[in-house]
């Protein structure tokens, strides 16, 4: 009897393993009729590029995530977690070597990392309209923007199975710092950027807007499962509180503690702060319940657990009225200016908060500022400021976050 339930069980996963689709490695992509063009084809003849795999493999970090795995820093994070070979450890694997786990590991991040294991959908998605069938073969959606921003939060957050926790940050990893639209067009562009249509006239100011939430919403799912596993998972919380040099002439004291206990733990409100101010107070006091819950209730994973919860649904609501959201230039401009009147607020959070506001301006200010040169070279102030966290002053980034503000107008 025993038997038969274990051979039905193996039946089941061998099942299972079957229909599950199969990577085919980058290489599958590239011919020169597909993706593996040399230059870009004229827009009147082809909605995509075929060029994608060229700027993939020559600019991508993406196609060298699998070798940065083989480079000392990695050796030495291995040796000190105990992992015998990244590249066969889903600790280092799951994010770093995703194109093509079983095929090609060397291909690190590719293609199909984002858009979905290609067995199914490879020969049907060449036919002519069959984007819709091709998605039920597992092509992932990646034109949805919600489906996108899961698909890179799902590496440069975090989430089940893949995790950059403080352990593997103090073996070295770098922190993960993220904001979509930045990223996005950090990432050398191997698709035509998405034209305004009617009732989207700045695609990308909604996807930034739409990544927020979705951010938020999956922050605070990774959050309550941490609170259930792993509590205190100390990059949940803010690494400067932490992490700094202690004097008597603090800019933490002269803040203040804000209703919290002075010198309790802190969430790390860089993953939250702008949004607030997106949300114009809606999140305001769901957002301050959790961080009251993690300050003044820290051992207390019910009270954690249930704000993180109330957080995540208005945050998923806001993700499903923002992808219906008109965003214009004069919205973008006022939500620049929100994030200036609140800049004191965020500032004093610490420097990683003011990273995400610096990468907000940065994106938003794209669809307003009227010489995007010398925006982004007075956007670049912040950046340079932002190098140094350990000389890092609440009050002095402010006033620069305000001047450089005042010059993209
Ligand atoms: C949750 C996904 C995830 C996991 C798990 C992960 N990494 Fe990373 N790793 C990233 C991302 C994303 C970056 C890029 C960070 C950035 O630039 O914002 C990165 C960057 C790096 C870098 C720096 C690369 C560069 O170009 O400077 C090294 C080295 C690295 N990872 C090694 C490792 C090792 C070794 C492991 C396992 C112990 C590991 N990573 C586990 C996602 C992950
Ligand atoms: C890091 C994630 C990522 C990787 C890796 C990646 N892509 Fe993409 N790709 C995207 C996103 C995001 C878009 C834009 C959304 C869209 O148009 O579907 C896109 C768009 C495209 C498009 C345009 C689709 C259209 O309908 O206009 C093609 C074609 C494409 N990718 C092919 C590739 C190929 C081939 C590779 C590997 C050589 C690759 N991509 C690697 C994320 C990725
Ligand atoms: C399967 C995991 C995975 C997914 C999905 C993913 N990334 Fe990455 N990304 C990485 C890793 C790992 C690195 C680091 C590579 C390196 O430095 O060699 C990276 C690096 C980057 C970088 C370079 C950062 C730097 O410091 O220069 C950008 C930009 C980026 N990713 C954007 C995106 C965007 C946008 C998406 C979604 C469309 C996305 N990524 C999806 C794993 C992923
Ligand atoms: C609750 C306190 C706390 C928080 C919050 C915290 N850390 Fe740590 N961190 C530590 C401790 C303790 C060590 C171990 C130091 C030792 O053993 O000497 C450490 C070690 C490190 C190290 C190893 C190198 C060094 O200088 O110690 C790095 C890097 C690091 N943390 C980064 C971060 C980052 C990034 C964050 C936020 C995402 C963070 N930490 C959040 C307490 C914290």
Redesign the pocket.
């Known amino acids: 009897m025993k038997r038969r339930i274990l051979f039905a069980t193996l039946f089941a996963a061998a099942a299972a393993w079957a229909q599950k689709p199969q990577f085919i490695g980058a290489g599958g992509c590239s011919g020169s009729n597909c993706h593996g063009g040399t230059s870009p084809a004229d827009e009147k003849i082809s909605r995509i590029l075929t060029t994608e795999y060229s700027v993939w493999s020559i600019a991508d970090k993406h196609s060298r995530a699998a070798k940065v795995l083989e480079e000392p820093r990695s050796k030495r994070m291995a040796e000190i977690l105990g992992i015998s070979n990244p590249m066969n450890d889903a600790k280092c694997a799951s994010c770093h070597v995703a194109g093509s786990p079983e095929r090609a590991k060397s291909d690190g991040v590719a293609c199909e990392a984002c858009h979905g294991p290609a067995e199914k959908w490879l020969g049907p998605h060449t036919q002519q309209n069959s984007h819709a069938n091709s998605l039920t073969l597992g092509l992932t959606d990646t034109k949805n923007l919600r489906v996108r921003a899961q698909t890179c939060l799902g590496c440069h957050l975090g989430s089940e199975g893949r995790t950059v926790d403080?352990e593997l940050?103090?073996a070295?990893h770098p922190?993960l710092a993220f904001e979509l639209e930045t990223f996005s067009f950090a990432q050398p562009a191997h698709y035509r950027d998405p034209k305004p249509t009617a009732g989207n006239s700045l695609p990308k100011v909604r996807f930034w807007a739409v990544g927020q939430a979705v951010a938020l919403a999956e922050g605070m799912r990774l959050l309550e499962k941490h609170v259930m596993t792993k509590w205190?998972e100390?990059?949940d919380?803010?690494?400067y509180?932490?992490?700094h040099d202690l004097r008597a002439e603090s800019w933490r004291i002269e803040r203040g503690y804000q209703g919290r206990k002075p010198g309790s733990?802190q969430l790390?409100l860089a993953r939250t702060e702008i949004i607030r101010t997106l949300a114009a107070g809606e999140l305001d006091a769901a957002l301050n319940r959790l961080s009251t819950a993690v300050s003044n209730s820290f051992g207390n994973a019910a009270a954690i657990t249930g704000a993180a919860r109330e957080v995540a649904q208005k945050a998923d609501a806001l993700a499903t009225r923002w992808e219906a959201t008109d965003f214009t230039a004069a919205m973008a401009r006022n939500l620049a200016q929100a994030l200036v009147r609140d800049i004191s607020r965020i500032a004093g959070n610490g420097p990683?908060a003011a990273e995400q506001a610096t990468m907000s301006l940065d994106a938003l200010s794209a669809s307003y500022a009227a010489n995007p040169q010398a925006a982004a070279k007075a956007i670049g102030e912040l950046y340079t400021y932002l190098e140094h966290p350990s000389t890092y002053q609440g009050r002095e980034f402010a006033s620069l976050f305000r001047k450089v503000a005042g010059q993209l107008q």
């Open positions: 403080h940050i103090a070295g922190d205190p100390f990059s919380l803010d690494c509180q932490c992490h733990a790390n990683h």
